[in-house]
């Protein structure tokens, strides 16, 4: 069984930083495309960055220039470095990650979130 665990959130003054990382378990083969997703209160589930296994990252045009993605391919982890955090970037953070398990089909796995409030 295949699982995302999301850590590093919390709370934090506006401007401040916080890093989430986000572990792939289990029976894992190879893992594509890998991203940062949120949700705030009220709202539709956004896309926040992706990164693809090799190749050029994607982010949100409201965390261009703030927010880096990266990962750790032989850790099977994910991470969000988020710089500079407004208050509009409250949310839980999801990640995400198209995975080939013991099943052998490439399957989207989603982690439980963990929440970033940015409060002064």
């Known amino acids: 069984q295949v699982q995302l665990v999301e850590s590093g959130g919390g709370l934090v003054q506006p401007g401040g930083s916080l890093r989430l990382s986000c572990a792939a378990s289990?029976?894992?083969?190879?893992?594509?495309?890998m991203g940062w997703y949120r949700q705030a209160p009220g709202k539709e589930r956004e896309l926040v960055a992706t990164i693809p296994s090799g190749g050029t990252t994607n982010y949100a045009d409201s965390v261009k220039g703030r927010f880096t993605i990266s990962r750790d391919n032989a850790k099977n982890t994910l991470y969000l470095q988020m710089n500079s955090l407004k208050p509009e970037d409250t949310a839980v953070y999801y990640c995400?990650?198209?995975?080939?398990?013991?099943?052998?089909?490439?399957?989207?796995?989603w982690g439980q979130g963990t929440q970033v409030t940015v409060s002064s």
């Open positions: 995400n990650a198209n995975i080939l398990g013991r099943s052998m089909i490439y399957r989207y796995y």
């Open positions: 289990g029976v894992i083969f190879t893992i594509r495309a």
